[in-house]
């Protein structure tokens, strides 16, 4: 029995995006259907544990949005989406008063404001937290308010797998229950993507199994364009050991609230790749000095680097990271208010995506819009810790906002063909009916080795180029996949689609990582070491030619004068005077030169 469906907008995706593309467009008047292929607030976004950016002003009252556009363009390595970034840094201060508004929970200042902590490569304490669990309060506060908002039906653990269309635009999408394995299909004026990012093509990963890029590569195949999918974020501090903990997020709050890195020698490192910035340095620049530490043979004993908080004290630790005091303690049996963490660089978030219109969340692709980390374009090159919840706030709202304003503004409902539905259906089950084929999970798993070793921090055309043979051999064999079993909640079955979708993510990943022949922002390119001026006024874009994937340059639209002057300017030094007292304090216990090694 087929489940079907009509709706005003439908959102694909439960997260903090979902959730707020949801509300907007109900409280603007419309029927909406949330489908989530998780459970509701199930989603990448309570791994951003750090806080939320916006210039308050709460504990700096020196900062500013023009500030924080300025620290934003230059984090990105200047091929941001500079309109996307002015409407952040001005409208992310409301969405933080109206997240309180709804009943957030933050931590407090001594005179009772909101509480904000420093992060890297921002020039002033701007990260309103709420603990060092900030993503999992916004998702209970989102949570809260979509259930109590009128006109919103959810649907989880209903996989959507594709998006219909009628004529070219989109009217729909349809996929599975997977509890029954039952067809869905999902009649909608309006479509908003927020289903997140795609971590899991990598083998060392802080995304849970949901992020395959299922939104990323179904708006490509129904004729949108992707972009900036070459900037691949590594989050420098991730769990490393044990190996069942491997590539989970240690917040960057640590390093905010003073954690210190040091390599094997006892060497506080950052000193020497960043002696200003220091741990709150970009995430790209960090990462890259861990790995530099370990290819140099000062890495920590499984690999990685020590991340030491211990000098705040017990009573300070357990308030400021009670998380990640339980994290250690439950999963790798440290306690962090008595030894260093042992960390190492993690996949976390992809600046690249659906490529949207700045204030309307709009893709090439009539009736369709994206927010938060599966759309492209305001975090450029690198994204600094904690614009990624206010990314999902602020255009998670502009695009249920577009999305309700062009369904209703329809002449008729769009209505597609069930023939589309039907032959995705087939494509689905049809692993079900081989006897013998393929394992989607060895698929899988060559695909997560290929792009570790030839498409992760240190790329080279040789390891990009061989990575994408190896996409084209696993999208070739992917053809005879087999499954066992029937389609209730079955893995192998979501594994098998999920894979399909990997691979055209994984391919424009590769692609634009070939074409940007540089070192900008997460691109590490080792055969092309610096920046290039020229690719510096570029973004690479995927489109569909003649059913294939082509990565072709677009020019980057002139920023008006004004925003030049802000983005011209330096990053301020960031807060890390308490690591720096920390590290003075060893230093002269140890009779050594501050930011030297144990002797």
Known sequence: MTVEVDTEVLVIGAGGAGMRAAIAAAEAGCQVVVASKSLLGKAHTVMAEGGIAAALGNVDPEDSWEV?????????????????????????????????????????TGGGLISQRAFGAHSWRRLAHIGDRTGLELIRTCQDRLVHTQGIRVLMEATLTRLLTDGDRVAGACGYRRASGEPVLIRAASVVMATGGWGRMYRITSNSWEGTGDGAAMAF????????????????????????????????????????????????????????????????????????????????????????????????????????????????????????MEVAPTIHYTMGGINVVAETGATTVPGLFAAGEVAAGLHGANRLGGNSLGDILVFGRRAGEAAAVDAHTLRRPPAPSRLQAEAEWRMVFEPLERECGESPFALHRELQEAMQSGAAIARTEASLRETLATIEALRERAGRMAVPGGPAYNPGMSTARDVHFMLIVSEAIVRGGIERRESRGSQWRLDYPERDPELGTL?????????????????????????????????????????????????????????????
């Open 539 to 599: 973004n690479f874009v995927a489109r569909q030619r003649d059913g294939q994937m082509a990565v072709l340059p677009v020019a980057i639209p002139p920023m008006p004068a004004p925003l030049q002057e802000l983005a011209a300017g330096e990053t301020r030094v960031a807060a890390t005077a308490l690591a720096d007292a920390a590290d003075l304090r060893a230093q002269r216990h140890r009779g050594a030169p501050a930011g030297g090694r144990r002797p």
């Open 68 to 108: 924080h556009f300025g620290d934003t363009m230059r984090g990105g390595a200047m091929v941001n989406n500079w309109r996307m970034v002015e409407l952040f840094c001005q409208e992310v201060i409301d969405r933080v008063i109206e997240l309180e508004q709804w009943g957030g929970v933050f931590s407090r």
């Open 221 to 340: 195949l129904a004729g949108a364009e992707l972009k900036d999918m070459e900037f691949v974020q590594f989050h420098p501090t991730g769990m490393i050991w044990p190996p069942g903990a491997r590539g989970i997020l240690v917040t960057e709050a640590v390093r905010g609230e003073g954690g210190i890195l040091r390599n094997r020698e006892g060497e506080r490192f950052m000193v020497r790749y960043d002696p200003v910035k220091k741990e709150l340095s970009s995430r790209d620049v960090v990462a890259r000095s861990i790995f530099k530490e370990v290819q140099a043979g000062r890495g920590s004993p499984h690999g990685g680097a020590f991340l030491d908080i211990t000098h705040r004290g017990p009573s300070a630790i357990r308030r400021a990271l009670p998380s990640m005091v339980d994290q250690f303690s439950s999963l790798a049996g440290v306690d962090i208010t008595k030894e260093p």
